[in-house]
């Protein structure tokens, strides 16, 4: 699979999410709750600062809140095993949560005038929703698509440091980084339905 990012965030800091996973299983805390509750701080802290060009702090908040996607699914393999229904909810979150970071981003640099800038977020907000789409259609199809350069991980990370880095005073950081990972989503999407059409051209023919 090709990734900027190879590192398997999960192995990382297992031994760190699987402790707090087991104690809120024993609070009585549900999966389903953190991941709500994740992609709710995540939006907040999109929407409160982000939108209003505090990148540092809404960059900061946000990746707090994006750990949850570890903590919950952690916390589901401990306990009754994943659902259909709480991986459906994980999924549908992270779009809730894609579309308060990007559109917060672009809300923030209309304000601005910045077209330019606008339009690199709007091609990272739709090519992304696309990416998952692509994958999730095919596997509903019975065809795998985990496929491409820049997945959510590498979205998330790179529009982060972008925000980092213009919150610490360098303006084209995140502009850059919007305009790089735009191009990187929408090859991302021709490589997933490139996969999908080798795979069920595959399929036909054997």
Not at 84 to 98: I, K, P, Y
Not at 152 to 161: A, D, I, K, P
Request: charged content about 15%.
């Amino acid at each position: 699979m090709a990734k900027i990012f190879s590192v398997d965030a999960r192995a990382v800091v297992a031994h760190v999410v699987e402790p707090v996973a087991r104690a809120l299983l024993r609070a009585g805390v549900n999966p389903n709750a953190v991941t709500v509750v994740g992609t709710a701080g995540a939006v907040a802290g999109a929407v409160g600062f982000g939108a209003r060009g505090h990148f540092i702090a809404g960059t900061l908040i946000v990746t707090l809140f994006a750990f949850t996607d570890l903590l919950d699914g952690t916390m589901a393999r401990l306990s009754t095993g994943p659902t259909r229904f709480g991986a459906a909810l994980d999924s549908t979150m992270d779009r809730v949560a894609d579309g308060a970071i990007f559109g917060s981003v672009v809300y923030w640099y209309a304000t601005q005038g910045d077209e330019p800038t606008v339009v690199a977020g709007l091609i990272c907000l739709v090519s992304g929703q696309i990416v998952s789409y692509v994958k999730a259609r095919a596997e509903g199809l019975g065809i795998g698509a985990n496929v491409g350069i820049a997945e959510r991980l590498e979205r998330l990370v790179l529009v982060g440091l972008g925000g980092l880095i213009t919150g610490a005073g360098v303006d084209w950081g995140l502009p850059a980084a919007l305009w790089l990972l735009a191009v990187l989503s929408v090859v991302t999407v021709w490589q997933r339905i490139s996969h999908v059409y080798r795979q069920d051209r595959r399929g036909a023919t054997s």
